[in-house]
């Protein structure tokens, strides 16, 4: 069984590999694509705009305004934009803006010379942010070279025998990093690939091998068991 490193190859010509930026770069590192990337883990692209613009309308999109606002007003603000269902994001949102404005001042200068690793575990420490939403974050956020690892990149890596099963999150985290190396849009491209490949083919309770592009690189007995 080849290492996952060296099935990069196979795997990019399975999944026809083509070059991906999901935002432009001048956005990056603002507290507004932060905040965009943090909620698009739970809402889709039209959901979070329309919370984006209500927050801007109401000037709560800087994190000094908003690690100030009162919950109960920013939750009523969801309301109101057709987010009802993500009313429990708000509080995290929050604590996220305080953790902006005390760290990163919403200066250029200083996010940019933040280390990835000090964003990682200041992103961490937020109350509500689990390690898969702070490399989101991260990645689609900041625009940093960070891997968050899902379900359904765990599934598959475990059911092609490249990691075993209850390897940690970071082993795995390290792993992809270091296979695809620091190319933020690359990191990008497999995590949505590996994301929709969870949904079609590589389902929790299913694998549909016979449909998938990946099925000419599992092992010869097949996917291996990840539960
Ligand atoms: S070939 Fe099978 S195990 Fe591999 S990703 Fe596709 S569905 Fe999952």
Redesign the pocket.
């Known amino acids: 069984m080849p290492h996952f490193t060296e099935s990069i190859p196979d795997i990019f010509t399975a999944l026809g590999r083509q070059s991906a930026s999901a935002r432009p770069p001048a956005e990056l590192g603002s507290f507004e694509s932060v905040a965009a990337a943090f909620l698009t883990r739970a809402a889709d692209e039209r959901i979070t705009s329309q919370i984006i613009k209500a927050l801007r309308d109401s000037g709560l999109m800087a994190p000094t305004q908003l690690a100030e606002a009162d919950p109960v007003e920013v939750e009523d603000l969801f309301r109101t934009s057709g987010a009802r269902s993500l009313v429990k994001l708000v509080r995290p949102l929050l604590k996220l803006a305080q953790w902006f404005a005390a760290t990163l001042d919403d200066d250029d200068d200083v996010v940019l010379s933040v280390p990835t690793e000090s964003l990682r575990d200041g992103l961490r420490s937020v109350n509500g942010i689990g390690p898969a939403t702070a490399d989101a974050v991260l990645l689609e956020g900041f625009g940093r070279a960070a891997y968050p690892v899902d379900r359904a990149t765990y599934?598959?890596l475990v059911?092609?025998g490249w990691i075993d099963l209850g390897v940690e999150y970071d082993e795995v985290r390290s792993l992809i990093e270091g296979a695809l190396g620091d190319d933020p849009a690359t990191l990008a491209w497999l995590s949505a690939e590996?994301a929709t490949?969870?949904r079609l083919?590589?389902?929790a309770t299913v694998?549909?091998?016979d449909?998938?592009?990946?099925?000419?690189?599992?092992p010869e007995s097949?996917?291996?068991g990840d539960s």
Do not use: V
């Open positions: 599934r598959i059911r092609h590996f490949l969870g083919t590589c389902r694998a549909k091998c449909r998938c592009p990946l099925r000419s690189l599992l097949g996917p291996l």
